[in-house]
């Protein structure tokens, strides 16, 4: 896949439109993965001014240090014939970027990352003008994935579907969580990621706490390990699945909420179509939980999107009761967590087809035994 | 050094009756660096709002998605003796925060790098608050590194000076730009860093791009390559050093203004003492380099403050006339780039002692020839 598949030139004048229609005057896009998603540049955030400015009508410019400007113009960005607006160390770039807009009295939509550093000079540059997120617009372009975008996501998936089947190698007893997450790690730059995004091995009583992290504690036998895993392709594509392991034969309760788990989660994937509300989804994974007892257990969300961010709309959770379109790509990722004993994750993404939920996971979900 | 020596449980009450001085009602501390300084905790910036709320008087409380709670208890802001407020999926946690606060008419401080996504949910739990930034309060607690801060930027200093040892072995003529950072960065990794957060390796005419990473160029004999280098250690405080070195001999006119350059930077630290404007250690480089007609080829500012972010205040930049005290610690790194054909900065990170500066980089500055 190239930047022109996933980053198509013809995005810049489809978010100018959809500004002028949600009744923005602008969008304020500085570095992050707004701006990567309308221009394809991956730009480094720095207390130094970078940002695309798209008017609801008239001709999008950036903004750029004059130290960033053979980095913009050797960027994807370059395809857009934008022009590129370098300013010198001593300039005000928030006074040139108002400047060049004109009077701005109604909304401005800030890129959704964009730091308080910005935020609030861009206040000051255009006083009258109200901020609200860019997100109100581009979400509704970024939730609905491109046939290119889910190719990437297919790939991702199959990168990080690779370093699962390397897990069942690298756990035993005896080792620690940290050393057999600096190993997982580095099969993740090796499947193709350009990035670690995070790394939980999660082993006996530490699967109880849904993001734990890594520790220097034992693994020992007889203990689940929950194992959740991703990283950024080079494309800007997120991958992110969870498996949970055992090592050596697991605690008999384990096994019993195990297969409820694993039974919710399929369930919640077979939920997926068009037209079905994300609340929905949560539902399908949290009934059965609950219907077996374990409700109280099950303590977050069952998803979140997923794209150039590994958590991005739609959220898969209570009260989104926005419907599912083809498209739209996310994480089935119920969990069940006895405090102080173990606990339980498994999770694909899945992306929205007319005719269902295409999973782009697809390693055993059958507890595996090393 | 531990947590309790960089990140001191007193910081918490210093800052608390910083922002009283300031005429702050409280900051609002979401992840990032600021957090990480007032706490010790290096929080995942993510979706779900965690935020130090640190009020003028009275107890401060950090909000935090019930999912990270373990992480923020096991995080050394569990000395302080806080109350964590975990919030549930379902839960409107700006609401929670603004409602613990009470009424604010007056100002509250956001974290510089507060993403928009949360600064304009406060805007909207706090409506009467104006917004400013917590850097107003933090600057001047940051700037003035303490002896275990100082002592933190020695050791970054020293293991990328191990680091800058090793290149000579891995610059020849024939490897790609890319080859040579890859090493790099595994020997960042290697000497001790957490994180690589920038490898520039600047080959022939790409050396006149200040910013240019690296490409697959491949390097020449008789080039000099510009290598700036850096990454973050595990306890947060971060390197940046810049050699720059040559494959064989270098065309004769670089040699020339190289030597200029090597006069510039080493004046430009012999200046550092406390009293001296920040903008005159800027002249103290530019200067030398304008005297000898390179003034126009030096595009940038001479340096930029460093500590747990690469770059902070202050800035060593014409206009700053900020006075610099024991304790700043900042970049000097003049550089001088001819457009098409090779570039040159020679970087060292230096702390303003009572006696003048200190170098943390001792690496040759001479053109090393390899």
Redesign the interface.
């Known amino acids: 896949m190239t930047s022109s598949d996933l980053y198509p030139v013809s995005r810049l004048a489809a978010v100018q439109e959809a500004t002028a229609k949600a009744g923005l005057d602008a969008l304020l896009l500085t570095p992050g993965p707004d701006l990567r998603y309308v221009s394809g540049y991956d730009a480094k955030p720095?207390?130094r001014l970078t940002c695309l400015v798209v008017p609801a009508s008239g001709e999008a410019y950036m903004m750029v240090p004059?130290?960033?400007l053979?980095?913009a113009q050797a960027s994807p960005a370059s395809r857009l014939g934008l022009e590129f607006v370098a300013w010198d160390?001593?300039d005000d770039p928030y006074a040139i970027a108002a400047a060049r807009l004109g009077k701005v009295a109604g909304k401005v939509g800030?890129?959704?990352?964009?730091?308080?550093?910005s935020?609030?000079r861009f206040?000051e540059a255009l006083p009258e003008a109200e901020?609200?997120?860019a997100?109100s617009v581009l979400r509704e372009l970024r939730m609905r994935k491109s046939p290119a975008e889910t190719a990437a996501l297919r790939e991702a998936g199959q990168a990080i579907d690779s370093v699962h089947r390397q897990v069942p190698g690298l756990l035993r007893a005896g080792r620690t969580e940290r050393e057999v997450a600096k190993d997982i790690a580095e099969a993740i730059l090796a499947s193709g990621h350009a990035t670690v995004d995070f790394v939980i091995v999660a082993s006996g009583p530490n699967g109880a706490?849904?993001?734990?992290?890594v520790s220097d504690r034992v693994i020992q036998a007889g203990e689940p390990v929950v194992v959740d895993i991703g990283g950024q392709l080079h494309n800007g594509y997120c991958s992110d699945s969870t498996r949970t392991y055992s090592v050596g034969e697991p605690p008999a309760e384990f096994a019993a909420y195990y297969e409820v788990l694993r039974q919710a989660q399929d369930a919640a994937c077979a939920a997926v179509r068009p037209g079905v509300s994300c609340e929905s989804i949560d539902a399908a994974a949290r009934d059965i939980i609950a219907g077996a007892g374990y409700g109280e257990y099950f303590?977050?969300?069952t998803g979140?999107g997923i794209g150039i961010e590994t958590?991005?709309e739609p959220y898969i959770?209570?009260?989104n009761g926005e419907p599912l379109e083809p498209g739209f790509a996310f994480s089935v990722e119920p969990g069940i967590y006895l405090p102080g004993r173990h606990g339980a994750r498994i999770e694909d993404i899945v992306v929205c087809t007319e005719s269902g939920g295409e999973r782009m996971n697809d390693t055993p979900r059958e507890l595996v035994i090393v």
Chains 1, 2 share one sequence.
């Open positions: 720095l207390e004059r130290l960033e053979p980095a160390e001593t800030l890129a959704d990352r964009m730091w308080a550093m935020s609030l206040r901020q609200v997120l997100g706490s849904p993001h734990h992290d303590v977050h969300r979140h958590h991005e959770v209570s009260g």
